[in-house]
């Protein structure tokens, strides 16, 4: 086998390979090298998904033509100029391959003018090869204008997803930047409509603010500016539990203001500090920044440069941790009592949204004739017409639930005995020779899992209409999702509407979900399509939201009641599932056989 040289055009390509992955990846290096670039101001406009056209626009200092001409070759910069500098960089670029690496897969037009100049320079660069160069009038900064990404790698074209996918990413990478430089104002624009625009004043929560929405500020806790040993500060916010999410996309961590896509040692020390504050499986919010000399990190390991290394992990990770610990303990996590969404919401646990559960015979319209509580309502939808049914006091509307329900022990007519609950998580029942150990939240998020899909089915969904209605702030990345997906959740009963921008109204829900926290709900569910393997289609299937909304079910470690506990073995009986498991596959319930008992007390052999 021969060793040869690759030819110019093939190290583009393979260079090129290595940093952009999609059209997001050419707006995270072309925004920070705006911003090395001294801008106060940068401007970011896409069409089609970034596929077929990005604009990135600043107000920097520019280049002359002979540096514009020079930016476009592979590992040229003015940002380091030996090996010795990689030990001290304080710039997000450095490497000077982004450029050239964009340049070599798309068609490329670049305006700059240096400040302090009376015109600029204007070049065409089509696959790394450049087509025509003259100067031209055009502001001081520069503009870069990307178009048809991979028309000369067609086989890499393949590989983009959608472009509301792809949107999406971009829309996700932009909220990092804005985050990690709240002293540049930045302007988004997708297909002609304002995302984001930071107002740029350096101020870390408005920043946030621009991404999250105004109601963010309740729910956070403001790190202070700290500065501890080895010159190293620490600062940013922190959620509260409220804020607490199914995955870890709400986590953003800066370093010296570069986004950090990746840094277990970061991701740890964030969790762990949160740990007693937090139920399991759920990951903290958070927009976390480290300032640190830069001869204490290594940020070049990778060419998109989005993971770092710390030189002494063991005391970045001390010192995140204490922070964050301390942070936490000062924060105020006592609930606001917010007005209930029908009536008295101090009825038992499994009393919320088994009305429909425990007698197949339930007819919302029997409802009509209770006393009506102020504008708290049901809807009956059978997808033709829909009708208002008015939901009545506490007492009555309960009603239904205790005529099914013995008062005291289990009546003799009833073939098992219920011993009690173990753990305040699973209830055990004796039930001629066998032992049955059954789950209290896996059984009842089957139930109710049971009962939305066979609602579902059969086009009789009722509606609870919520007063006051919910106002929810989203990120543009989550709008995308709920957008794509609104006709589905209006299938299933849920009504809401967009409210303008990243804020939409929720007036309505599934009556089954009562006094569900409705916020936590939608996160939930948005969280799901993130976490699936269809993410990258952005479109949320009914079982997704039914599943998610059936994780509302009554929790372990939840104290039931004697009422309740009778209310759930009998809408097992009553339900005849015919599978055993949770609708994520958990088993509901064990049997151990008193034979089988008896062998581990060597009572039989």
């Avoid at 050419?26 to 056209?53: H, P, R, W």
């Avoid at 990258?536 to 939840?558: F, N, P, R, T, V």
Wanted: charge should be negative.
């Amino acid at each position: 086998m021969r060793v040869h040289l690759l030819d110019e055009y093939t190290i583009n390509q393979i260079a090129a390979g290595e940093i952009i992955e999609s059209p997001a990846s050419i707006i995270k290096e072309l925004v920070e090298n705006s911003m090395d670039a001294d801008s106060s101001a940068i401007t970011v406009e896409i069409k089609d998904g970034g596929i077929k056209y990005i604009r990135v626009t600043d107000n920097g200092i520019g280049m002359s033509s002979e540096d514009a001409k020079l930016a476009l070759l592979r590992h040229a910069t003015s940002k380091i100029s030996s090996a010795n500098d990689l030990e001290s960089i304080y710039t997000l670029g450095f490497r000077g391959e982004a450029l050239a690496s964009i340049a070599a897969v798309t068609q490329l037009e670049l305006f700059t003018r240096a400040r302090d100049t009376i015109s600029g320079t204007h070049i065409v660069n089509h696959g790394g090869e450049i087509i025509d160069i003259k100067e031209t009038g055009c502001p001081e900064g520069t503009t870069i204008i990307v178009q048809n990404l991979f028309y000369n790698t067609p086989a890499r074209l393949k590989f983009l997803k959608s472009t509301r996918a792809e949107s999406a990413k971009i829309s996700d990478i932009i909220g990092k930047l804005i985050m990690g430089n709240p002293a540049i104002s930045i302007k988004y624009i997708n297909n002609g409509r304002v995302i984001y625009h930071s107002p740029g004043n350096g101020d870390l929560l408005s920043a946030i603010m621009t991404v999250y929405g105004a109601s963010i500020v309740s729910d956070v806790i403001e790190i202070l500016d700290e500065e501890l040993d080895n010159n190293i500060v620490i600062k940013g916010y922190l959620g509260k539990p409220s804020l607490s999410r199914s995955n870890r996309v709400h986590q953003s961590f800066f370093v010296n203001y570069r986004y950090v896509n990746k840094s277990e040692l970061l991701t740890k020390a964030l969790e762990d500090a949160y740990k007693g504050y937090m139920t399991v499986n759920t990951y903290p919010w958070a927009v976390l920044y480290v300032t640190i000399p830069p001869h204490q990190i290594d940020v070049n390991i990778h060419p998109a440069k989005t993971e770092i290394r710390f030189k002494d992990e063991q005391r970045v990770y001390e010192l995140v941790y204490e922070v964050i610990r301390r942070s936490l303990s000062k924060g105020d996590y006592i609930p606001k009592i917010e007005s209930p969404m029908i009536g008295d919401t101090t009825t038992d646990v499994l009393s919320s949204g088994v009305d429909s559960l425990i007698d197949d015979s339930t007819n919302y319209a029997d409802y009509n004739d209770q006393t009506v509580r102020g504008n708290n309502k049901l809807e009956y939808t059978d997808y033709n017409e829909r009708q208002t049914v008015y939901v009545g006091e506490q007492e009555n509307e309960r009603a239904c639930i205790n005529s099914q329900i013995v008062e005291h022990n289990i009546d003799n007519n009833i073939p098992y005995r219920v011993i009690g609950t173990l753990f305040s998580t699973y209830i055990l029942v004796e039930r001629g020779e066998n032992l049955y150990i059954i789950d209290q939240h896996a059984a009842h998020e089957r139930i109710l899992y049971e009962t939305f899909k066979d609602a579902q089915l059969k086009r009789e969904i009722a509606i609870q209409m919520i007063n006051p209605p919910v106002i929810i702030d989203i990120t543009h990345n989550e709008k995308v999702i709920l957008e794509k997906s609104l006709e589905t959740f209006l299938n299933l009963g849920f009504d809401i509407d967009n409210f303008g921008g990243n804020t939409f109204i929720i007036r309505g829900i599934p009556a089954f979900l009562d006094n569900v926290n409705i916020k936590e709900l939608f996160f939930d569910i948005l969280d799901s399509a993130i976490n699936s393997n269809k993410a990258h289609s952005y479109i949320l299937e009914e079982e997704q939201i039914i599943s998610s909304a059936c994780k509302k079910a009554i929790k372990a470690k939840d104290n039931l009641s004697d009422r309740e506990i009778m209310a759930l073995l009998m809408q097992i009986e009553q339900m005849d599932l015919e599978q055993l498991t949770c609708p994520h596959g958990r088993p509901i319930m064990i049997r151990l056989t008193q034979y089988e008992l008896e062998k581990y007390f060597k009572r039989v052999i």
